[in-house]
């Protein structure tokens, strides 16, 4: 795998029937490593590891219903109240991250409305903070930090 623009992690591998699997210390099992997985668990860490957010309130990968479409968000954290903190989209290294990309995450948060938004293809990361009473959002220059 390519060496993505994060700190490096220690994490555990697994090959079986000709496939590498990376560990999710969330789902508590082995993944089948792909470019996307590669930059998810990255995310995972960094959150963990560099943002001081719990592992507790942290999800990986789970369905939602988006203007009744079944979608799959990539990695949320929540607050110690259940609300959302924030909502995280992972693409692969090879994915530019383009309009189309914020849009995802931008139709995922009208269900979630989540605080903060960050988008990585492991190599750009990108990070907003929502501000629902004037209808719009700021670019940061980083995530902060777990309170």
């Known amino acids: 795998m390519v060496k ?3 700190p490096n992690y220690n994490f555990r591998f697994k090959n079986s029937e000709n496939k590498v699997s990376i560990f999710d210390r969330i789902r508590k099992k082995f993944i089948i490593l792909t470019p996307e997985e590669w930059v998810r668990q990255h995310v995972v860490h960094f959150l963990i590891e560099h943002k001081k957010y719990p592992e507790s ?3 990986v990968e789970k369905m939602i219903k988006v203007n009744g479409l079944t979608k799959r968000y990539d990695v949320i954290v929540y607050k110690p109240n259940g609300k959302i903190n924030v909502i995280v989209e992972c693409k692969s290294d090879k994915v530019k ?3 189309e990309v914020f849009d995802q995450i931008a139709r995922y948060n009208l269900v ?3 605080d903060y938004l960050m988008i990585s293809n492991g190599l750009n990361h990108y990070y ?3 501000d629902y009473q004037e209808q719009c ?3 940061l220059r980083d995530l902060p930090d777990y309170k």
């Open 4 to 6: 993505l623009n994060f």
């Open 57 to 59: 309130l942290i999800n």
């Open 112 to 114: 979630l409305n989540a």
């Open 137 to 139: 959002y700021s670019f």
């Open 128 to 130: 907003c903070q929502m």
């Open 97 to 99: 991250i383009t309009q």
